[in-house]
């Protein structure tokens, strides 16, 4: 699968990641990644003649928005705005079940699954046993649609990841009882069926002092036929096939209350 570019100045370059694609790998044999579509197979490494900064990651499984800084210097400028949670990531996202709320708080702590053959899952965790690498976590949930995919019910949902923990959305989607739909991982390797895990950074806030970036693509899921053939609507709560109505499912979701909705809270 191609690799889009989606913007590229002297400082960055952003594209849209297929899914089931790797980053980057240290295996000079290895095509399926990012790098070898945009650049060298080293280009992520000190050494290279061009190196890339990779300021931000999407799991193998994820497509969508990814940020590549050309340069320490905005590699840095940009690592610091990570780390002080200025930046705003929007995914779009299915997951198995009908929702009963429209708005979730998704708030618990994340570590690495201790138990035998996790597979490098992580795993909730309880407030009085945080230790570790465990580590609060937050995810805000917004619900856009229902409907049933071969039958079974799903929805479509936007997440945003306040904190930013490893497979962060994949888990907490999962501890809420709403699993991403492909997500074999964390359906403890059943969900197989469908060709893709669909999960999908679809917007990313970079608030750059001197030029902001704010980087979209278009809703991934309803243009691939291969899912489409598979859908029926139920319910629509939000507009957001277009870049206009996504933005302001984004902005809603950017609020701290919203008049009239179902709100679920989960934390430890």
């Known amino acids: 699968m191609a690799v889009d570019k989606l913007y590229e100045c002297e400082d960055f370059l952003v594209v849209n990641k297929p899914y089931d694609m790797y980053i980057n790998s240290d295996d000079e044999n290895e095509k399926n990644t990012v790098t070898c579509h945009i650049a060298s197979h080293d280009s992520h490494l000190s050494t290279s003649s061009n190196p890339l900064f990779f300021i931000q990651r999407l799991d193998y499984s994820t497509s969508g928005v990814l940020c590549i800084a050309k340069n320490k210097t905005t590699a840095g400028l940009a690592g610091k705005l990570f780390e002080k ?88 989607c ?46 991934p899921f309803f243009s691939d036929s291969q899912f489409s053939s598979k859908w029926k609507s139920h319910r629509v709560v939000y507009k957001y ?21 179902k709100y679920k809270d989960y934390r430890v």
């Open 85 to 172: 949670r200025l930046t705003k990531k929007y995914y779009l996202a299915i997951v198995r079940g009908h929702p009963e709320f429209q708005v979730a708080e998704i708030r618990y702590a994340v570590g690495v699954d201790q138990t035998p053959d996790h597979g490098h899952r992580m795993s909730v965790v309880s407030k009085t046993s945080i230790a570790g690498d465990a580590r609060p976590a937050h995810t805000r949930l917004l619900l856009l649609e229902t409907g049933y995919y071969c039958g079974q019910p799903v929805a479509v949902v936007l997440l945003k990841p306040i904190t930013g923990r490893r497979h962060q959305l994949r888990i907490h």
């Open 241 to 261: 096939r277009s870049k206009e109505e996504l933005l302001a499912a984004c902005d809603d979701l950017d609020r701290e209350y919203i008049v009239g909705v």
């Open 174 to 219: 999962h501890s809420a009882s709403h699993t991403i739909l492909g997500d074999y991982t964390y359906s403890d390797r059943t969900d197989t069926a469908p060709h893709r895990m669909f999960l999908h950074a679809i917007r990313l806030v970079l608030p750059l002092p001197h030029k902001p970036l704010d980087i979209q693509t278009a809703e």
